[in-house]
């Protein structure tokens, strides 16, 4: 049987080193890689396999938790690591590429090949052809795609145009490693395998929902890719959506790809079309300003001194379908941030009648559900109770599941769960083109609106706080406010209630 060979093309970059390489260290630590394997990484920058080994192995001290990393393990991972230096934007790369390929499998060709796009955007086009020319696109090989998968829906169908005369759908991997997150999984796991909310997750008991993803970092060493990428692209067209689709869809019959991934588009087909009023009212662009001893984000290294791209979004969304028709579900995301979460809250409607007094005056009467997907991992409800005592007094409490409980959420990480389904060839986890089209095509507008409106406006916020206040005036219209989580949230009692 031929060697199973990952090719990683931006194998010098960013996410080669913060996220792929820990993740394919913790399968290799779990025996979950084919045996054999080698790990091919492409870049321009000249390193020899010796260099890149070193390279790799001081980045995984760094990037792989304390307790995970064991050094023998370590040293053997990276023994399975070689470097070609070559340009992957030229054509004559891809010939010398198959040489190296076929000299780690014997001097044979194979097809049991996955090759890991974890470059700028801009070679998600070329990458493909150039493999095609060189016949590394047959059988069996896999190609995994980086988000955005394209600028815009033009863009996007020509991606998929491309992709399509290359390789079948199967062969296709479009990754958003919200979805390989176990607690995105859980979403599906708490709404389908508990029969007590189903009857409830409707327009009939749900008043509206949040869905939130913030960090409290800013664009670190990624200004040339974020400054024309913006919150919109980054963050809100994929991860943020996938976390809608979740919440929203409905139970696939069989959880199969085909049947998950089918409900995932109805969801988006069934996104009600922004108006003129809603790109006004009800998307709100921020960009970071200096806060605290944070930079501002114009000042940041390779943004345009006067740049409007977007760092914070909020958005009401509408979804037109029996189960949803009605309620709003509000999304935001955004760079630096006081903490860095993301979760869902689902609001219940309020109990038509309160006939008991409120403790301190204060008195909420409608539950509320949160899924944690990070960080404290885990699921809160908050219910009305009887304060022990004399009279009939109520006060919210809390009931709490915390993944801890569990011994905790792997470590793995969402990039190792996604990486072993494709080698598995499973790509239930994975985006079809249909969804990617079908997103682009609710957001394009919104994009092709700011692009003929450059004075659309964009609110600056000091680093460290929760965003433009016309954020908040958005969620006020519906006599809300945002559910924002303490500062370094270690108990769920801590939700502040603004
Ligand atoms: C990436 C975005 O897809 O997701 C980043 O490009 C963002 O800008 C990151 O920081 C957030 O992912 P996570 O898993 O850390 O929440």
Same mark, same amino acid.
């Given at each position: 049987m031929s060697k199973f060979v990952m090719i990683i093309f931006g194998a010098s970059g960013d996410l080669t080193k913060r996220k792929l390489m820990p993740a394919l260290y913790s399968l290799y630590k779990g025996r979950r890689l084919p045996d054999g394997f080698a790990i091919l990484g492409i870049g321009r920058t000249s390193y020899s396999d010796e260099d890149y080994r070193t390279y790799i192995l001081s980045e995984l001290k760094q990037f792989v938790k304390a307790d995970e990393q064991d050094e023998t393990s370590m040293n053997e991972f990276v023994s399975h690591l070689y470097y070609l230096a070559v /340009? $992957? *934007? &030229?054509?004559?790369s891809y010939p010398v590429l198959r040489e190296k390929i076929e000299a780690l499998n014997g001097g044979e060709p194979t097809d049991n090949l996955l090759f890991y &796009? *974890?470059? $700028? @955007?801009?070679l998600y086009g070329v990458i493909p052809l150039y493999l095609k020319s060189v016949d590394l696109n047959k059988g069996d090989a896999r190609i995994i795609v980086e988000k955005p998968f394209g600028y815009n829906l033009e863009s996007a169908l020509e991606l998929n145009r491309i992709y399509a005369s290359v390789f079948n759908e199967h062969q296709i991997y479009r990754i958003d490693h919200f979805l390989g997150k176990e607690t995105a999984q859980n979403v599906l796991a708490f709404r389908f395998a508990n029969g007590i909310f189903e009857p409830l997750w409707n327009r009939n008991y749900i008043d509206y929902v949040e869905v939130t993803a913030v960090e409290n970092l800013g664009i670190e060493q990624r200004g040339g890719f974020y400054d024309t990428t913006g919150a919109l692209r980054d963050m809100v067209q994929n991860h943020l959506i996938q976390l809608v689709a979740l919440t929203a869809m409905e139970p696939p019959a069989v959880f199969n790809a085909d049947n998950f991934r089918n409900e995932v588009v109805k969801v988006y087909e069934s996104l009600t079309p922004l108006k003129e009023v809603d790109f006004n009212e009800h998307i709100i662009r921020g960009q970071y300003t200096a806060g605290g001893n944070k930079k501002g984000y114009r000042e940041?290294?390779?943004? *345009? $001194?006067e740049s409007r791209t977007e760092t914070y979004i909020a958005m009401k969304l509408a979804i037109s379908n029996w189960r949803w028709s009605g309620v709003p579900f509000y999304i935001r995301t955004g760079k630096q941030m006081p903490t860095k979460v993301t979760e869902i809250v689902v609001h219940f409607k309020e109990t $038509?009648?309160?006939?008991f007094h409120c403790s301190g005056g204060n008195c909420p009467r409608a539950n509320k559900l949160i899924l944690r997907l990070q960080p404290n991992e885990g699921i809160v409800l908050k219910f009305g109770m009887k304060v022990p005592g004399p009279g009939f007094e109520v006060k919210q409490v809390t009931m709490d599941f915390s993944y801890d409980q569990m011994?905790?959420? @792997?470590?793995? /990480?969402a990039y190792a769960r996604l990486i072993e389904d494709c080698i598995q060839g499973d790509p239930t986890l994975f985006t079809r083109s249909d969804a990617v089209e079908a997103s682009w095509r609710f957001f394009d507008p919104i994009l092709n609106y700011w692009e003929s409106h450059p004075d659309v406006p964009l609110y600056g916020y000091p680093a460290g706080t929760w965003g433009p206040l016309e954020s908040e005036a958005m969620m006020h219209e519906h006599g809300a406010d945002w559910t924002n989580p303490c500062k370094n949230l270690t108990n769920t009692d801590q939700y502040c209630e603004l």
């Open positions: /340009d $992957p *934007a &030229l054509q004559e &796009l *974890a470059t $700028p @955007p801009s940041e290294k390779n943004i *345009a $001194p $038509p009648h309160q006939m011994g905790g959420v @792997p470590s793995g /990480d």
